[in-house]
């Protein structure tokens, strides 16, 4: 479970998170939404304790977030762009991870036979395509067998085929029981994957519950147009949107399990 109070962050006058509650049950695949700026990589690599935050409260697993790092072994990172030592061998780079984790890379050939990586492991890191670099990312991430997984915009760069691998592979975890988090502007690879959304606007979150809920309230059919519709709507608290065809001023108050 990751629990949220309060959690505020700042970079100089610009205030980025405002204040955010939310509490994600274990096991759950949320994706997280929003324009660019709106504060969804801020939060995350909040959680991962990349960046500090200014006040509030995060708890992973229990753990509160005060310096420790142990919790991080729970947890997989797929970053939207990875930075490697360009000079650096794939392999090198796999062995390099394992030694720092100091952990079993459980799945570490399955992922690279999965992802057909097998022929690009002697080569230096500059020399990978951009698909390629995103397939590492994927593997760096999954190969621990963490209980948390975070992907942030993981199919930027990859072709459909390996896009496709990735989503099965993603299901696969999903269905292991783990707890996911995915960021997407490709609202359509969200609607495959997830089955909660979270909407952060202008550093708050707008809307924090089911995709079936959120699709019903806004009355429309595809994840795109709903969040569409939230960017347009005026949303009172968090947990909460408003009908603009029926309920102007009277927002829905949605329970979250």
């Given at each position: 479970m990751i629990e949220i109070q309060n959690l505020k962050k700042s970079f100089g006058d610009l205030q980025v998170l405002k204040g955010l509650n939310v509490t994600?049950?274990?096991?759950?695949?949320?994706?997280?939404?929003?324009?660019?700026?709106?504060?969804?990589?801020?939060?995350?690599?909040?959680?991962?304790?990349?960046?500090?935050?200014?006040?509030?409260?995060?708890?992973?697993?229990?753990?509160?977030?005060?310096?420790?790092?142990?919790?991080?072994?729970?947890?997989?990172?797929?970053?939207?762009?990875?930075?490697?030592?360009?000079n650096m061998r794939v392999y090198e780079l796999l062995n390099f991870i394992k030694g720092l984790r100091d952990q079993d890379a459980?799945?570490?050939?399955?992922?690279?036979?999965?992802?057909?990586?097998?022929?690009?492991?002697?080569?230096?890191?500059?020399?990978?395509?951009?698909?390629?670099?995103q397939?590492?990312?994927?593997?760096?991430?999954?190969m621990f067998n963490p209980d948390i997984l975070f992907f942030d915009e993981p199919t930027a760069g990859l072709d459909p085929r390996s896009s496709h691998k990735f989503k099965l592979r993603v299901k696969k975890e999903k269905?292991?029981?783990?707890?996911?988090?995915?960021?997407?502007?490709?609202m359509s690879e969200l609607e495959q994957l997830v089955d909660h959304v979270i909407f952060i606007l202008d550093g708050n979150i707008r809307y924090y519950g089911s995709m079936s809920q959120l699709l019903e309230l806004s009355q429309e059919e595809r994840l795109e147009a709903a969040i569409a519709r939230l960017m347009d709507e005026p949303i009172e608290r968090t947990g909460s949107v408003s009908k603009q065809s029926e309920m102007k001023s009277t927002p829905i108050t949605l329970e979250i399990a």
């Open positions: 994600i049950p274990k096991g759950q695949a949320t994706g997280i939404v929003g324009p660019n700026g709106a504060g969804k990589t801020t939060l995350i690599k909040t959680i991962l304790g990349l960046v500090k935050p200014d006040s509030g409260i995060l708890e992973v697993n229990g753990t509160r977030l005060n310096g420790d790092w142990l919790y991080r072994r729970d947890i997989g990172y797929m970053p939207q762009v990875a930075r490697y030592p360009e459980v799945y570490e050939h399955e992922l690279i036979e999965q992802f057909n990586l097998q022929s690009e492991l002697e080569k230096p890191l500059r020399t990978l395509s951009g698909g390629n670099r397939k590492v990312g994927a593997i760096l991430a999954m269905e292991a029981g783990k707890t996911i988090f995915i960021t997407s502007h490709i």
